[in-house]
């Protein structure tokens, strides 16, 4: 096994710099290694304070002192000394556990005493450092004067004696989330100052984490060959991309108390990550998913191309096959770009895979991107940031995802939304997972996400006038192909984005055109709902005669550039109003009604019934 980056650096630095500040994943454990009687090492996992004790106390500090500005002066690993409170003495200074609690003043005085002086060698810890000051933009009196003390120490870079071992630099840790939410003055240019970031284990730590700790993820009597525990542990490392070693930690006593071996590890991280025992992806009846592109047209009309592609990609979801090629197994379930005209299928499509995949359309979860066209609609969308207004309420996404992780994301018209939004869109879709304002991980990786987009439809010239690009004439592959040109032409030369394409991929759907064979399909399936409906709710017996349909069809076919929603504004103006009229003016609360003829006169549509 290796130390982090940030070890080695401080290894390198250790006798140059007097000030560290420790950065980024600062609450999670690590693994220090501990030399043996025997000469050989043993790594144990110990959270970051104590990984920072032992490791100053192996390079010859015996005076290590913590701080925070609740508890003030401490020390959690003193063992037997300093049964009297005294933390650290040394000429006149006295360092008491609990001094400088809340007291910014007194503290800063003493750590510049402790960092000043020439008897004992030193380390303070500052730990939870953003919290010492409300911004570190605009610090109060107290606070700069507390920094400024701790900047006069740093720089005089004093050192002590340690007995016969030589001379050590008396040393300043800050720990904090992010080295900005200490006052910049403090560290910029500062020359004896090194700032260092802890990252979030990558693949190879979390190799070294299944490694070691293998054998408590295998059941004792079960026998397991070599290439089944080769399998299994790719599977983990691919499945636990953006987990802290606390959570890899806590997942292996969460497999234990579960009773789940490595073999298991898909279903116990679903578990840990999203509190379920049941995978609803796990749970889709095969012969449902057999009989998919059947399900989906009875809602979804003359869209046949776009149906044969999404269900492709939901059967590959399915399948657990998403991403495969790829060396991260934390990508979400699929990706679709709807695209085409207005009114044709879109959004029912992804309420219809909703309906398909998790027995519920609510499970499609919309989000109307022309809601977030504002520069800070990023906030809107993930969580404001600490400090900011709406940092208590998250995000808008990351609240859905978390509640509902088994789900189809459906963002509508995502060329409406801010630039802003995209780069957190190319997170979520390379790495299935995104950190919200709160600093909590969410997970995008059980989820399937739509985009849809009215692009190409229109160009714009030099003039910024529009003009169609497609139209209804054109065959589907034709317009297809314009389309994708345009949605491509988009992203690479006006939006200046090329990498989400790369992340869509292939999987544009584009849809037709709502063509006449299919709007009277639309049209007779709105008619027999209405049937249908006024028989359930007002118990009356509802006739429609040729002539009536024909002129319903007549008038539909003539609104096409609406698609399917125009269809539906012609049934509701030249049916609907009508026929409400009638049965509330005629006080109908049953009976039958045959609507023989439609009359428009002054723009007044009425019906003309009879038997």
């Given at each position: ?202 693949k190879s730590a979390r190799r070294m984490f ?98 044969s592609q999404a269900v492709d990609v939901i ?216 049937i249908r409906n006024v028989k359930e709710q ?74």
């Amino acid at each position: 096994m290796q130390v982090g980056k940030w070890h080695q650096e401080l290894d390198m630095f250790l006798n140059i710099k007097t000030t560290f500040i420790l950065e980024g994943n600062v609450y999670d454990m690590y693994s220090y290694p501990t030399k043996q009687e025997d000469g050989s090492e043993r790594w144990d996992m110990v959270m970051l304070d104590k990984y920072l004790n032992s490791y100053f106390h192996d390079h010859g500090y015996e005076n290590i002192i913590y701080f925070n500005h609740i508890d003030g002066f401490y020390d959690p690993f003193k063992g037997q000394k300093a049964r009297t409170g005294d933390l650290f003495t040394s000429d006149d200074i006295t360092i008491r556990e609990g001094m400088g609690r809340q007291n910014l003043t007194e503290a800063g005085t003493a750590i510049r005493a402790v960092l000043e002086n020439r008897g004992k060698p030193a380390v303070i810890i500052m730990m939870q450092a953003s919290r010492y000051v409300l911004s570190a933009d605009n610090v109060s009196e107290n606070e700069r004067d507390f920094y400024s003390k701790l900047m006069l120490a740093s720089l005089k870079k004093t050192q002590a004696r340690n007995g016969d071992k030589g001379f050590l630099n008396n040393l300043l840790v800050l720990v904090t989330e992010k080295a900005n939410d200490v006052p910049a003055w403090f560290y910029l240019d500062n020359p004896l100052e090194k700032t260092m970031m802890l990252n979030k284990p990558d693949k190879s730590a979390r190799r070294m984490f299944i490694d070691t700790q293998i054998q408590y993820f295998l059941k004792p009597k079960e026998n397991y060959s070599e290439e089944k525990i080769e399998n299994m542990k790719e599977t983990f490392c691919d499945l636990t991309e953006g987990m802290r070693n606390l959570d890899l930690n806590a997942l292996r006593i969460f497999c234990a108390n579960e009773g789940l071996d490595l073999s298991d590890i898909r279903r116990a991280i679903d578990m840990f990550k999203y509190g379920v025992k049941s995978n609803p992806w796990e749970e889709i009846p095969e012969d449902r998913l057999e009989h998919a592109e059947e399900f989906i047209r009875h809602r979804v009309k003359g869209q046949n191309a776009a149906v044969s592609q999404a269900v492709d990609v939901i059967k590959r979801a399915a399948c657990n096959m998403a991403g495969i090629q790829h060396s991260s197994g934390s990508k979400p379930k699929g990706i679709l770009f709807f695209a085409g005209p207005t009114g044709t299928g879109k959004t029912e499509l992804a309420k219809t895979l909703a309906e398909l995949l998790f027995s519920d359309e609510n499970a499609c979860i919309r989000f109307d991107m022309s809601e977030y066209q504002q520069p800070q609609a990023d906030q809107k969308l993930l969580g404001a940031p600490p400090g900011y207004v709406g940092y208590e309420a998250g995000g808008q996404l990351t609240n859905a995802i978390r509640e509902h992780p088994f789900s189809i994301l459906l963002f509508d018209e995502i060329e409406k939304a801010h630039p802003s939004i995209f780069d957190k869109f190319l997170q979520i879709l390379e790495d299935g997972r995104m950190t919200d304002g709160k600093g909590e991980t969410v997970y995008f990786s059980e989820s399937i996400i739509i985009f849809t987009s009215n692009l190409g439809i229109y160009t714009t010239d030099s003039l910024g006038q529009r003009h169609l690009n497609v139209d209804q004439n054109m065959p589907y592959e034709e317009m297809k192909e314009h389309l994708i040109t345009s949605i491509k032409d988009y992203f690479k030369l006006e939006l200046g984005r090329p990498e989400i394409l790369n992340r869509i991929g292939d999987n544009f759907v584009v849809f037709d055109f709502i063509r006449q064979d299919v709007a009277k399909e639309i049209m007779d399936a709105q008619i027999s709902k209405i049937i249908r409906n006024v028989k359930e709710q007002k118990h009356i017996d509802l006739g429609v005669s040729d002539e009536t349909h024909d002129f319903l069809q007549e008038k539909a076919f003539g609104n096409l550039e609406n698609g399917g929603r125009g269809i539906g504004n012609v049934m509701e103006k030249y049916f609907i109003n009508p026929l409400a009229r009638y049965i509330y003016d005629h006080h109908m609360n049953d009976g039958s009604i045959r609507v023989n003829k439609i009359v428009v006169e002054n723009d007044i549509v009425n019906i003309i019934c009879g038997n």
